[in-house]
């Protein structure tokens, strides 16, 4: 590793100058993917700028108006484990368990697996469908987009110079709404997904389905949703059919590549196949546990 | 089953330098620190093939802080760097030393090279194409024509096994299987990536310090790459973080030696995990296409086909006789081939060419079964290698220790009983292996206060040390606690052969018996002059020496090797040199279960049984340990490992996230059965139990899959991919 010079701000203005001051710089919160990089010089920054010292950065904590607010320096381990976000939140949730190891997510940090901006990022598919947006502070004050626009491509989001993520809110979802989400991958743990999907649902009393989500991970240079795949379920009750045709559009929806990993036609297939099933998971955990007893 | 009458062979003991391992104490290769040492590190070529029209090192000399830059040029005739052709990707082509490995690295980065990229063939299949690119510009190699009559491409080797008639055989056939089987690249993925340390003194002479399976050997190697004499050379080994055959080769020990002579100071050269994957010693992958044939009662009459073997620049080619395995087939037509392919020549990994021989073999078995309407175990006890058979290895059987070893695992996996679900399925494969032995050597000396040391040329891989300690305690009647174990060095110990072949245990094992007989017998003389009796009347038993019948007259083992030291014939010690030492094959045999997810075709291991005919356990929990290890590492051969290769003969994974490996999760409490039906050679009975688990186990699992969801997936690894190509391919079929 090359020799850096550090900062760990104590306030959002001094980590706002030293971004500013270093244009180099590259933001550091659990080190899970910068110290690798860094130590086999693929990535090799003057400055490092460490954000785990800021106010409330560790934030997780939920409110019923504003929903659940993720801290810059919140790890994996901690949305995993956190029930607010496996009970309202299960495709967020979920999507944290999926990262590295235990190790791994008690220092892998939400906020640093999107600014990441992998199309395989875990947590994506879920914090998209969930409509998340990011908070960011920067020389010109602070600005907020949603997760889904601010993943630019590979390694690439929407931060300027000066900028970096302080945090992000994801809304409080709606009475009888469920998500889920899983990844395929040739093993069982510290792996990168060959694809992802996200998807969540939100049913009327009588189980029409009234809102739909679904977002696929590593089948385009982004975490892409299936806007058509969605569309097909509004509306409509989520019959085995219904869901079927979702899940065949969302595979049409895709935009993969063939790589080390895969194939693309696999990975399609593995659209359809997974889009399918998390349909049914979100669809499941959409439904009061009391009605599901009864069916 | 232990043996009752023994107190400390046999015995579940843990591996002595096991607290020091996993507390971190333990000194490995990188540890060695030395005064003034250097860090080398080495410019690898990024072609698979390619000229070299030039090298540029001048950059890299001015910057401050790098000591030398070693091109071939400087190397005087030596081939130790690439001169005028890089013939794979990692392709040693210039070696720099510097006070620090960042500067290192930096000045690697500086050093231009202008390349004529070539052709490069990888896959032995298309390798050996008449029209293939040229592996190897003026490599030597065999004149084999195809059909018609043009000659074949960058065949290295070949060789061919013909007994009885084929033709006629498959004529008469009532069930005939035929396959092509693949299988890549196949990496150790050791912990512990080679690290060395090189100072040369003022005499003339080197040291080496390095993480080898075996010091005589790497000193071997080092005296001919370099062309000094090995009395020149002092290699001292270290405790290894894993070898599984790659660390019997050299890595960049030549680089650290020659490096230290020139600049005069101590030189280190660590390689990182992804020149591992680039320049290590890998398993070859290999082509086969393989037909069997049997009669309705399940006797295979006839085995014909051929191997390529992916050989890498050296075109080495691999084991033929394993496609008939441990069975008794009288037809064979085979035809094996080294290929040569732009990759590092592979190594040795832990039963080299076996897992991947029965991969074809053992899949082609259990088709044929499953043609006939015979259980897959029933095929195997039908044809396997019976008391009073010849081995291919040309040793008579003495026991039906394979046929044992397959009821044994069928017992175990309650095969035929247990209720299976949909898309769950069970699969058996079998493997054999004879270890080698010798040349290999023990020390042994007795302090004042009855503890025992051992001294020893064999490198410890696997509890090696632990197992001499056992026998040592054994036969001297001590607590294993009070004996200790050295490795010595190339200076302090005779010549000494590699840890590998399965045989340090059998073969240093028979040394520490051997020598500890020696001290026992030197013991009793001894304690005869004090007790005044004749050696012939003493016993020697919980450590005391006694006369027999009169347990009062006795005198401690610390004792004597006390009063020994002041002795007309000197200190207690014993020793004893092992040359060769006759051997027999053992067995192993997997069952695995399945659960096929049809929709993503991930496989799930619910359940392995690993049996094998292990003689006698030494350490049975050592052991249970080897099998486990090596039945993980056969498993995921078969499920995710194995290295890629792009169009330009580039590996696409040289890391440990891309080439796959299992975690925890996983894998299952893998089941062990030891077969113990003891061989009358090895030390207390056993035989070489290292290499033997890590061949069925991918068969196994490809027999398992067959059996959960009806398709044979005949390639390596058995990814999700494959087994839903395989699927797709069974529904249009």
């Known amino acids: 590793m090359q020799a850096f010079e550090y900062f760990q701000p104590k306030t959002v203005r001094e980590a706002v100058q030293a971004l500013h001051k270093h244009p180099k710089a590259m933001v550091l919160a659990g080190g899970t993917d910068l110290l690798v990089r860094m130590k086999d010089r693929v990535n090799r920054p003057p400055a490092v700028v460490d954000v785990k010292r800021l106010p409330r950065s560790d934030d997780l904590s939920y409110a019923g108006k504003t929903g659940l607010h993720i801290g810059a320096a919140v790890s994996m381990r901690q949305v995993e484990l956190s029930s607010v976000a496996q009970s309202r939140f299960g495709a967020i949730a979920q999507g944290a368990t999926f990262v590295g190891s235990i190790q791994i997510r008690n220092r892998a940090t939400v906020i640093g697996n999107v600014c990441n901006a992998a199309p395989s990022a875990d947590t994506a598919p879920g914090l998209i469908v969930h409509d998340a947006k990011v908070q960011i502070a920067g020389p010109k004050g602070r600005r907020t987009m949603t997760v889904e626009d601010f993943m630019k491509g590979p390694g690439k989001n929407d931060l300027k110079r000066g900028e970096f993520v302080l945090g992000i809110q994801v809304p409080a979802p709606k009475p009888r709404t469920g998500s889920a989400y899983v990844r395929h991958t040739p093993r069982e743990a510290m792996d990168i997904a060959v694809v992802g999907v996200g998807a969540s649902v939100t049913l009327s009393p009588k189980g029409i389905c009234t809102a739909a989500g679904i977002c696929l991970g590593a089948v385009a240079p982004v975490p892409l949703r299936a806007t058509k795949a969605e569309s097909i379920l509004v509306g409509q009750k989520l019959t085995p059919g219904k869901i079927a045709q979702a899940a065949l559009v969302a595979s049409d929806e895709a935009r993969p590549i063939t790589d080390v990993r895969a194939t693309a036609g696999f990975r399609r297939e593995m659209v359809r196949v997974l889009t399918e099933r998390m349909i049914k998971a979100a669809s499941r955990a959409a439904t009061p546990t009391r009605s599901r007893r009864a069916a | ?733």
């Open chain 2, 1 to 733: 089953m232990p043996n009752p009458s023994l107190n400390s062979v046999g015995k579940r003991v843990g591996r002595l330098n096991g607290p020091d391992i996993v507390t971190g104490r333990t000194l490995y290769a990188d540890d060695i620190q030395l005064q003034e040492m250097l860090h080398g590190r080495v410019l690898r070529s990024p072609h698979a093939h390619a000229l070299i029209r030039s090298i540029d090192t001048r950059k890299a000399r001015k910057l401050p802080g790098v000591v030398d830059v070693i091109t071939a040029e400087e190397t005087d005739g030596l081939s130790i760097l690439a001169r005028k052709e890089v013939r794979y990707q990692g392709d040693k082509v210039a070696v720099v030393v510097a006070e620090n490995p960042d500067i290192a690295l930096d000045a690697v980065e500086l050093i231009e090279v202008d390349y004529q990229v070539l052709g490069s063939a990888t896959d032995p299949f298309e390798g050996i194409a008449p029209n293939a690119p040229v592996a190897v510009r003026g490599a030597k190699n065999e004149d084999v024509r195809d059909e018609n009559g043009k000659r074949y491409r960058n065949v290295a080797a070949r060789d061919e096994i013909v007994q009885g008639d084929v033709d006629a055989a498959f004529a008469k056939a009532d069930a005939v299987v035929e396959n092509i089987y693949r299988a890549p690249y196949w990496h150790q993925t050791y912990m512990e990536p080679n690290s060395c340390t090189a100072q040369a003194q003022p005499g003339g002479r080197v040291t080496l310090w390095t993480s080898c399976q075996g010091s005589f050997n790497i000193r071997s190697a080092v005296a001919d790459a370099l062309k000094i004499g090995e009395g020149r050379l002092r290699v001292v080994p270290l405790e290894m973080g894993g070898g599984f055959g790659a660390k019997n080769r050299l890595f960049c020990e030549a680089h650290a030696v020659f490096a230290s002579i020139r600049t005069g100071r101590p030189v280190k050269i660590l390689i990182n995990r992804e020149e591992e994957f680039l320049d290590g010693h890998p398993a070859p992958g290999c082509w086969v296409r393989l037909k069997t044939a049997a009669r309705k009662d399940g006797s295979i009459t006839a085995v014909e086909g051929r191997i390529l073997w992916d050989g890498g620049i050296g075109g080495r080619n691999g084991n033929l006789a394993r496609l008939v395995g441990p069975y008794n087939v009288p037809n064979i037509r085979l035809e094996g081939f080294g290929v040569r392919t732009n990759k590092p020549t592979p190594g040795a990994y832990r039963a080299p060419g076996a897992p991947q021989t029965a991969m074809a073999r053992e899949s082609n078995i259990d088709a044929l079964a499953h043609k006939l309407g015979i259980d897959p175990i029933d095929i195997r006890l039908k044809n396997a290698v019976r008391k009073g058979d010849r081995t291919s290895g040309g040793v008579t059987l003495p026991h039906d220790w394979l046929a044992n070893t397959i009821k044994a695992a069928a017992k175990e996996a309650r095969w035929g009983k247990t209720g299976l679900k949909k898309n769950q399925g069970m699969g058996i494969a079998c493997g054999d292996w004879q270890n080698g032995s010798g040349p290999t050597n023990a020390f042994i000396a007795l302090s004042e206060d009855g503890s025992v040391q051992v001294l020893t040329g064999q490198v410890d891989i696997t509890g090696l040390h632990t197992v001499m300690a056992q026998i040592v305690a054994e036969v001297l009647t001590v607590p294993v606690g009070k004996v200790t174990v050295q490795l010595g060095d190339t200076d302090k110990v005779p010549y000494t052969s590699l840890s590998a072949g399965s045989k340090a245990a059998y073969s240093a094992g028979t040394a520490a018996r051997k020598a500890a007989e020696g001290a026992r017998e030197r013991l009793l003389q001894e304690a005869a002059d004090i007790l005044e009796a004749a050696p012939a009347d003493l016993e020697l038993k919980g450590g005391k020496v006694s006369v027999i019948g009169l347990p009062s007259r006795s005198v401690t083992v610390a004792d004597v090797a006390s009063s020994a030291m002041d002795s007309n014939d000197g200190p207690v010690t014993g020793q004893w040199i092992v040359g060769k030492i006759p051997t027999y094959p053992s067995y192993s045999v997997n069952i695995a279960t399945v659960e096929v997810d049809p929709g993503t075709g991930r496989v799930h291991l619910l359940d392995l049984v690993a049996a094998q005919d292990v003689g006698r356990a030494l350490n049975p929990m050592l052991v249970e340990g080897q099998i486990q290890g090596g039945a993980t590492q056969s498993i995921a051969y078969g499920m995710m490992e194995g290295m890629i290769y792009d169009e330009e003969g580039r590996v696409r994974n040289a890391n440990l996230l891309d080439y796959a490996i299992p975690t925890a999760p996983d894998m299952p409490d893998i089941r062990t059965v030891l077969v113990e039906e003891g061989c009358e050679h090895g030390p207390y009975g056993a035989k070489g139990v290292g290499e033997p688990p890590i061949i069925p186990g991918a068969a196994a699992v490809a027999n398992a899959i067959y059996d959960a969801v009806g398709v044979r997936v005949t390639e390596l690894p058995m990814t999700p991919e494959r087994v839903v190509a395989a699927l797709d391919q069974a529904r249009e079929d």
